[in-house]
């Protein structure tokens, strides 16, 4: 991705966010950032939460800046991605030496995804901002780099 290889990794997320968005706006793709949602207990509103993009109104992008990816966080984005009720969403971590990400499905789209790859929702969403995808591991082809 343009905004890894440009800025390499060390920065604060919010410079990817930023870096990101235009981007974005470049290739001419509809987005919305930090969109806030609200978080219920027992009927009361006990906080809220914020997604870093939803992209095209069906994609949820959460972006990181860590040495690694952690389960907390892809729990974090599954969480997120049944709130706004997606189906497609990407964690995408800048603070590796090469850019990682996870395509997420939400639980109620896995038993339909097995023809969607972590390849064709990037280009379906983001064709000119020129991601493209290798697998760090064979057996798990939804894990990469880009």
Request: charged share 25%.
């Amino acid at each position: 991705m343009k905004v890894h290889s440009t800025l390499g990794n060390g920065f604060q997320e919010v410079i990817y966010q930023r870096c990101l968005a235009i981007e974005l706006e470049k290739a001419g793709i509809q987005f919305v950032r930090e969109v806030e949602m609200p978080i219920f207990y027992d009927n009361h509103e006990v906080g809220t939460r914020r997604a870093d993009f939803v992209i095209e109104s069906k994609i949820l992008v959460e972006l990181k800046a860590l040495i690694a990816l952690e389960d907390v966080h892809l729990a974090q984005s599954l969480n997120y991605l049944e709130t706004y009720r997606l189906d497609i969403g990407l964690l995408i971590n800048f603070g590796a030496r090469s850019l990682q990400f996870k395509r997420l499905l939400s639980r109620s789209n896995k038993s339909q995804s097995s023809g969607i790859s972590g390849q064709s929702v990037l280009r379906a969403s983001a064709n000119s901002i020129s991601l493209s995808r290798q697998s760090d591991n064979p057996a798990n082809p939804d894990s990469g780099r880009v």
